[in-house]
């Protein structure tokens, strides 16, 4: 089947198989290798994309649910038109809010997230939000510091519109 959504802004379209996962249409199927793939059940996050603007684990939804909607992904579709970091990718860099970056890309999503709901949230608000997605390397604080560095700045420039 043909699947059609709007990625990133731009429309995009692949065939796939009916039971193909929105994480794996998006790598596979788009070449789009940003959201990445921890655990396939919704655990670690680290798969988070936005879906009409809202936070979705993609490796639980299937790509022809998605069809005809609006994805934004990590890498590819955060970052500001001219190419350079948006304002929560920079924050996370200057920050150091990742290590080994396998949980970046869904944690920056779900900060991106977080700081469109409630742009001046506490350092409290920011942990509970992080909840769903899991870091081994960071122990959290470094990515703590970014968001709230993050929240700090023009929170209008979070995601590339």
Do not use: W
């Not at 970056?101 to 700081?115: D, N, Q």
């Amino acid at each position: 089947m043909k699947v059609t959504m709007t990625v990133n802004g731009r429309p995009m379209s692949a065939e796939t198989e009916g039971r193909t996962l929105l994480s794996s249409f998006l790598r596979d199927g788009l070449g789009l290798t940003g959201t990445h793939v921890g655990c396939d059940t919704t655990q670690c996050g680290a798969c988070t994309v936005h879906v009409d603007g809202e936070p979705v684990k993609s490796c639980t939804v299937l790509a022809q649910d998605v069809a005809g909607k609006s994805v934004t992904t990590t890498i590819e579709g955060m970052a500001n038109k001219d190419g350079s970091l948006s304002v929560i990718q920079q924050a996370f860099q200057d920050h150091h809010g990742l290590q080994c970056g396998f949980c970046t890309p869904g944690m920056v999503m779900i900060s991106a997230a977080l700081l469109n709901e409630k742009p001046n949230p506490t350092e409290e608000e920011v942990r509970h939000y992080l909840k769903g997605n899991i870091c081994r390397c960071t122990g959290y604080h470094n990515i703590v510091k970014a968001v709230m560095a993050a929240a700090g700045a023009d929170s209008r420039k979070l995601a590339a519109e």
